[in-house]
């Protein structure tokens, strides 16, 4: 027996907990490393006679994603701070979990989107790395579950 009689759901639960801010931090180094490759090809791709990261609609995609990225990235950190202290960060866990796994599937949407064709092949990353942040929505509890916990500490 692990625990105390009874206590095996708040194990469980507390073990989920400690394992979300590591599946915000894979999320995390997932979307930077599909952004990194998006911006790499958007530096070397020429389309109509121009590099396709000078056109606006790229750059701007671009932002975006390094702008979730970067907030994303203080979620997790702020989550695992609050692990560090022992201060209690169920919430803060949820929410690093979930918007890092959802901003990891939405950037490397963005980036297969940035490298068209090449972005759906498996002679470039960014397709594994978009099937790679699905799982991460998924696994150690989905996001709409994340949502439910979240919630739930906000009524607590």
């Known amino acids: 027996m692990v625990g105390r009689e009874g206590q095996g759901f708040v194990l469980a639960m507390e073990t989920l907990d400690l ?38 609609t790229i750059q701007n995609m671009l932002a975006d994603m390094a702008m979730k990225v970067e907030a994303g990235r203080h979620l997790v950190f702020q989550a695992a701070c609050k692990l560090e202290e022992g201060l209690p960060f169920t919430k803060e866990a949820a929410m690093a979990k979930a918007f890092a796994s959802d901003v990891a599937m939405e950037v490397t949407t963005q980036a297969v989107q940035i490298l068209g064709g090449y972005g759906y092949i498996r002679d470039y990353p960014v397709e594994k790395y978009m099937r790679d942040a699905k799982i991460m929505q998924i696994f150690e509890g989905t996001n709409q579950i994340q949502r439910l916990v979240v919630a739930k500490q906000l009524f607590a």
């Open 19 to 56: 394992a979300r801010p590591g599946v915000g931090a894979m999320s995390i180094g997932i979307a930077q490393a599909a952004f990194d490759a998006a911006l790499n090809y958007a530096k070397e791709r020429r389309q109509f006679g121009k590099l396709i990261g000078d056109f606006q």
